[in-house]
């Protein structure tokens, strides 16, 4: 059972930034297509960015360009690092990832970005 821990929310001003981690309970060399979610209120949870067990990575559009995912998998960590933050990117974010065909989740962190 992989257990994945987020940390690193809050409340920022636009134009802020915010760095989220992602702790995993074993070897993130082991889960597949490790990413970041978020999901507004009255929104379907959409995808932030993903990176894969090689380092590739992928971007929603709506990014363009401000946030960054890594990985260190000496800590079992993944980050995203948020800059230029708006209003609209308020929402909860969750890491998820996939080992043997099944979705895991972490509880979420609230990100808040006031005007």
């Known amino acids: 059972q992989v257990q994945l821990v987020e940390s690193g929310g809050g409340l920022v001003q636009a134009g802020g930034s915010l760095r989220l981690s992602c702790a995993a309970s074993?070897?993130?060399?082991?889960?597949?297509?490790m990413g970041w979610y978020r999901q507004a209120p009255g929104k379907k949870r959409e995808l932030v960015a993903s990176?894969?067990?090689?380092?590739?990575?992928n971007y929603a559009d709506f990014v363009q360009g401000r946030f960054v995912i890594s990985r260190d998998n000496a800590k079992n960590t993944i980050y995203l690092q948020m800059s230029s933050l708006k209003p609209e990117d308020t929402a909860v974010y969750y890491c998820?990832?996939?080992?043997?065909?099944?979705?895991?989740w972490g509880q979420g962190t609230q990100v808040t970005v006031s005007s």
């Open positions: 998820g990832g996939m080992k043997y065909g099944r979705n895991y």
């Open positions: 990176i894969s067990i090689g380092g590739n990575t």
């Open positions: 074993e070897t993130i060399s082991s889960i597949f297509g």
